[in-house]
């Protein structure tokens, strides 16, 4: 029998809405009521699932050397690290983003000689979320920025045509917020490790003399994407896989993906000579691994370094 006054209110309510009598109701009722699972049953569940995704972010982290919290925001459940998971125009702009990281030297094609591969030098940390890609530098995100984002001087060098810089925030952990005009991607530099940014952050629409989100594309950027090569489907997730793969270390220290190198990489190769075919130096590239003279024409290429 239904005692309390809500579930009679229920009851009758279920009754004049399905135009049954009010024990055929009662049953319906109370048979939902069975099989509902409770609260504790709900919260249990969400506590596993959070469990779940804090240790596929703990994996992910460990190669990728993001925060924690960082990780946490870009993985989608356990089985997906989120490391290709983005929406289409974020993966757009990741594969014209790559063309621009990963290319220098006279391998490419006048037109497209961008000079950004310097941006590694900064120790970028790489943390992919759905629909923004936000790069951790924990020293000198200014510097990281020049590298990349276009300036209105003529002498300058293109950057990554379309790239606008659409606030920064100097409060706080300095922040560039970076859209791409082109695609709609978002780009984030951060000195935040988490890559989270105070709302109460001040922020300014200008910084140097970089193009903001308010001008059109030059026509050195028309020219300069007429030029990149059209693109399939695959060829765009592999492009954009490698931005979020830029500097990947194994936990054990047996690889590295990098586009250069890294420090432990060049200190190794010095002492032991495990590489003979290639030079390591430290002078003019920052004391980065190269392939023959660093400050000749020498074209470096992403690598997978094994550790001896």
């Not at 099989?35 to 995704?53: K, N, S, V």
């Not at 870009?74 to 757009?92: A, H, I, M, N, W």
């Not at 931005?243 to 010095?270: K, N």
């Amino acid at each position: 029998m239904v005692k309390d006054s809500a579930r009679k209110r229920a009851v009758r309510n279920a009754a004049s809405l399905s135009g049954s009598k009010y024990t055929t109701a009662l049953r319906e009722v109370e048979d939902a009521q069975r099989y509902r699972p409770p609260a504790a049953a709900h919260q249990g569940h969400r506590l596993h699932l959070h469990r779940e995704r804090g240790k596929a972010a703990s994996l992910r982290s460990s190669y990728t050397g993001e925060d924690h919290t960082a990780a946490m925001a870009g993985v989608k459940s356990r089985g997906d690290l989120g490391l290709d998971s983005c929406t289409p125009r974020q993966q757009e702009f990741r594969a014209l983003l790559a063309l621009a990281l990963l290319n220098k030297g006279r391998i490419v094609p006048a037109g497209m000689q961008w000079e950004c591969s310097t941006f590694s030098a900064y120790d970028p940390v790489i943390s992919s979320r759905e629909d923004e890609l936000v790069v951790t530098a924990a020293r000198a995100p200014d510097n990281m920025t020049a590298w990349i984002l276009p300036r209105r001087s003529p002498g300058w060098p293109v950057r990554v045509p379309g790239l606008r810089l659409e606030s920064l925030l100097t409060s706080g952990h300095e922040t560039y917020v970076l859209r791409h005009m082109p695609t709609g991607g978002r780009l984030v530099i951060t000195s935040s490790p988490t890559g989270e940014v105070s709302p109460d952050a001040e922020r300014s629409a200008s910084g140097r003399d970089y193009l903001t989100v308010d001008d059109e594309l030059t026509s050195r950027e028309i020219e300069a994407l007429s030029l990149a090569p059209a693109m399939t489907g695959d060829a765009r997730r592999l492009l954009a896989g490698l931005v979020t793969r830029y500097t990947l270390e194994d936990p054990a220290g047996q690889w590295a993906t990098s586009w250069d190198g890294t420090p432990w990489t060049v200190r190794e190769i010095s002492e032991r000579n495990a590489f003979p075919s290639e030079k390591a130096s430290s002078e003019g590239c920052g004391g980065r691994v190269t392939t023959g003279n660093c400050c000749g024409p020498a074209i470096p290429t992403l690598k997978i370094s094994p550790r001896p």
